[in-house]
């Protein structure tokens, strides 16, 4: 049996949550279990539990983004979550950004296939993107790195009272009080942990919210970003 056929059949509550774009879900579903696995962008164990686990686990995070916003994710990886993201919510425009080539020429194809024409795929580092993209008002992240760490990297992709929304798992509370003097530096004015998905997911998915004041990433990327701004300038 191969790993496509593995893929166990959608769930009702996948029907109920993807809406008219269910049949793209589906799609993405069986490309993950085929392709993703075949070029080592998930595990074969996690075939079976692709709906719960990741394509469900990562559309609910839809419940806690506001309408119309721009979003990046960071270290998109194979898609998650901003692809399920992107099938939920039409109305945002959503950038997937990822280092590795061959990770960004599968999400490529994954657009094109669906038709996500509100979605954009950038190769690169979100360290080295401060002035290459404009400031977005959500950045998302799933299973990318320590919240410390993960902040300092998607923070300063920010607009000023912008918010970073990452899937964490039952040490969010932990992470958060673990990176407290951290984000403090990064211009983070508030942090909460909320729970989403009831009735969809179970266990519900955990949500870190990251909330940036006027200057996201604090004074140590106050410069930085002048210089972005004014190198921008030039260009035009």
């Given at each position: 049996m191969s790993e496509a056929e593995e893929l166990p059949p959608?769930?009702?509550?996948?029907?109920?949550?993807?809406?008219?774009?269910?049949?793209?879900?589906?799609?993405?579903?069986?490309?993950?279990?085929?392709?993703?696995?075949?070029?080592?962008l998930i595990g074969p164990r996690e075939v079976p539990r692709l709906w719960e686990r990741h394509l469900l686990n990562c559309a609910v995070l839809s419940e806690v983004v506001p309408e119309g916003v721009t979003v990046c994710d960071v270290g998109s990886g194979a898609g998650l979550p901003g692809i399920p993201l992107a099938l939920v919510r039409p109305d945002l425009k959503i950038t997937l950004?990822?280092?590795?080539?061959?990770?960004?020429?599968?999400?490529?194809?994954?657009?094109?296939?669906?038709?996500?024409?509100?979605?954009?795929?950038?190769?690169?580092?979100a360290e080295e993107m401060l002035g290459k993209l404009p400031p977005v008002h959500v950045v998302t992240a799933r299973?990318?790195?320590?919240?410390?760490?993960?902040?300092?990297?998607?923070?300063?992709?920010?607009?000023?009272?912008?918010?970073?929304?990452a899937l964490k798992g039952d040490t969010a509370e932990e992470e958060i009080q673990g990176a407290r003097a951290a984000l403090s530096k990064l211009g983070v004015v508030r942090t909460s942990v909320l729970q989403v998905g009831e009735g969809i997911v179970d266990p519900m998915s955990t949500v870190v919210r990251v909330e940036v004041g006027e200057s996201p990433g604090g004074v140590r990327f106050a410069a930085k970003r002048a210089k972005a701004a004014r190198t921008s300038r030039r260009r035009r």
């Open positions: 959608a769930p009702q509550e996948a029907q109920t949550v993807f809406g008219e774009f269910f049949p793209e879900a589906v799609r993405y579903a069986e490309l993950l279990a085929d392709a993703g696995v075949k070029r080592g950004l990822e280092p590795l080539l061959r990770r960004t020429n599968f999400l490529q194809e994954i657009v094109e296939l669906l038709g996500l024409d509100h979605v954009t795929v950038v190769r690169g580092r299973a990318v790195a320590p919240l410390d760490r993960l902040a300092g990297w998607g923070v300063p992709l920010l607009r000023p009272y912008g918010e970073m929304l």
